[in-house]
């Protein structure tokens, strides 16, 4: 049973550089969240995504967008990059259909570090 | 607003203690309560707990939720050095999980 992966799983960018995270959910499931986590704090919302559209956002500004495709896999993108952007970037899982659960299974994140 | 807090926010023992971790929330539209162990990347699952008073228990790991008084606390017997890690608490509220800071659990043998 495949878990979630997420690519790539370490970065190096630099200020103002635009950068792209993908994720694949766990098998069978269907709901994609981001989250950010910096050093030493819990992990962050950024956002859902269900049914190829983002469901609800957490307090993160425009320059963080996402997408999900018919196969429920889903890409994360941040715009003109800004030092504090570095973070460990996860991709959670999730089923919202027949048998809903809060449970969200977590990839291995990338490591994304701005200079 | 919404905030979910865990104590302490680092604990140090030795092997074959018996350690107890604290979360507390104020979330509207509760829906449920998670505990994570986080040792490198991911956080790897560990309970969800939805009914108050109702024990869940996996091998040296027990938690227990009182939606009353709106705490959960994550219990570890025996520690081992293998259960150094974060313990992260986060509560399902609409469609997201808010988190807290975490606890850093450090077992020295």
């Known amino acids: 049973d495949a878990g979630v992966t997420q690519s790539p799983t370490h970065l190096i960018k630099t200020r103002g550089q635009q950068v792209t995270l993908r994720c694949s959910p766990k098998?069978?499931?269907?709901?994609v969240s981001w989250y950010q986590q910096a050093l030493g704090q819990g992990p962050q919302f950024i956002f859902q995504?269900?049914?190829?559209?983002?469901?609800q956002r957490g307090n993160f500004p425009d320059r963080f967008s996402g997408h999900q495709f018919p196969n429920y896999s889903s890409e994360l993108n941040v715009n003109a990059l800004l030092l504090g952007d570095s973070a460990l970037y996860l991709c959670?899982?999730?089923?919202?259909?027949?048998?809903?659960?809060?449970?969200?299974?977590f990839g291995p994140g990338t490591r994304l570090t701005v200079l | 607003e919404d905030k979910v807090v865990q104590s302490p926010l680092s604990l140090v023992v030795h092997e074959g203690d018996t350690v107890t971790l604290n979360c507390s929330y104020e979330?509207?539209?509760?829906?449920?309560l998670l505990w994570y162990k986080q040792e490198k990347k991911a956080p790897t699952f560990l309970f969800m707990l939805?009914?108050s008073g109702i024990e869940k228990k996996s091998g040296r790991l027990s938690s227990i939720l009182d939606n009353k008084e709106l705490f959960s606390i994550l219990n570890i017997t025996a520690t081992q050095t293998g259960d150094s890690a974060v313990y992260l608490c986060?509560?399902?509220?609409?469609?997201?999980?808010?988190w807290g800071a975490g606890t850093k659990l450090i077992i020295k043998p």
């Open positions: 995504y269900y049914e190829e559209e983002e469901r």
């Open positions: 098998s069978g499931h269907d709901t």
């Open positions: 939805t009914s």
């Open positions: 986060a509560v399902g509220s609409n469609y997201q999980l808010i």
């Open positions: 979330v509207t539209n509760f829906r449920s």
């Open positions: 959670a899982s999730s089923l919202e259909g027949v048998g809903r659960s809060d449970t969200q299974y």
